[in-house]
């Protein structure tokens, strides 16, 4: 045996093959289904050039050579480019604000000629990237309150520059970078402080501003008399309660009522009817055109209903490929998108969407193991955010097909149409795979 082909299989025997295998499986589900969604008997070929089943294994192509070129790259390559692809990404996403496409509502696209992009799908790559790289560093101290701003910063700051874009399901996408800071040391504190801030949002849509302001003043003088021996001797603690009373007035009467008058009617209007409540004048707004013609009918929960009528419709087994009524029909709008899991609940039933949901877990779950056996913590901490990143698109996606999260635009990895999501997916998924075949060496 030669020499050359002792070294393509030991090449070969380093590449995760069982992760390799759940990404195709995905990928070969997804054209499978953007296919029976398009398919019409009457068509006279099956790879007609406009289809967007036909659009979507094209960008497989260049998924997998791009692939294949990660798969030939020196894997410390990611960790020296990570800051400065980082810079790169938001210097594109300054650039779409005054430089975009608008498509669908969002200003979030770039185009040159008939070839558009979402720069915020490629920035997932390099905030991991630069994520990992900041983490991971010697001088980094995670537990120093400056260091893990640095982080949040790192975060967020494409998360902000996305939704002036008005992209706001995207932008969310980049708080699963938590998941990621929380295993590498964020204090349980910071869960707290979200999770109040969700219900805080809840009770700013579901009550009334003057009546909110009542029940947390009344609330944070209830906890002063509880604590009221320690204010007496600690001048910290009583600046600290009153700076969390003053912060949770300022996000409650302020911040969240500007997001959503910042927001497209459409959005809101979803939000208040996943809660069971009409839409208060303050925030009810004429719809433009675009969102006109967006939503088909006046209903906004139209799709969702659409989509609940359809997975359930399924039953157990299904109908059978390319025998749902609801895909043939096209009842469900954006089904070949974000509604995409409700064609797999129609024609596979709850034992295909059982099935689907199973290999996306083991996918993310082989993602965690192959983050947690690696020698380097730039790569334990890139591993994690491609299993955070594909766990709030995962999650988040099948709940908005069935009605237990509003309707915000995101993609079903793998799944969806769109050939910026199937790249940007691929690649996080392959310079994992490069990772860990050096998972060995420690890549600072």
Known sequence: MTSSSVNRKTFANRIDWFTLFLYLLLVGIGLLAVFSVEYKSTDPSFFMPGKSFVKQAIWLGPSLFVGIIILMTDSKFFSSIAFLSYTIAIFLLVITIFAGKDVKGSHSWLGIGGFAFQPGEVAKIFTSLALARFLSMPETNFKTLKDRMIGVGIAMLPALIIILQNETGLALVYFSFFLVMYREGLPNAVLIVGFSLVGLTLGTLLISG???????????????????????????????ILAIWGACILFSQVIVPFAFKKMHGYQVERIYNMLGQEVPDEFRKEPTPGEMEKA??????????????????????????????????????????????????????????????????????RLVHLAERQRSAFSRIYGYCVASILFFHFAINISMTIGLAPVIGITLPFLSYGGSSLLSFSILVFIMLRLDMDRQVMIR
């Not at 029940?215 to 906890?223: D, E, Q, S, W």
Request: proline share 1%; charged share 20%; aromatic share 10%.
């Open 296 to 365: 088909k009918k006046k209903d906004t929960d139209y799709n969702v209903r659409q989509s609940k009528i359809a997975i359930g419709s399924g039953g157990l087994w299904g109908k059978g490929l390319l025998n749902g009524t609801s895909t043939k029909n096209d009842f469900v709008p954006e089904q070949h998108t974000d509604f995409i899991f409700c064609s797999i609940g129609e024609q596979f039933g709850f034992a295909g969407s059982f099935v689907l949901i199973g290999l996306y877990i083991t996918l993310m779950l």
């Open 210 to 240: 003057k009546i909110l302001f009542i029940i947390i003043t009344v609330l944070a003088v209830l906890i002063g008399v509880l604590i009221r021996k320690t204010l007496k001797r600690d001048a910290v603690a009583r600046i600290l």
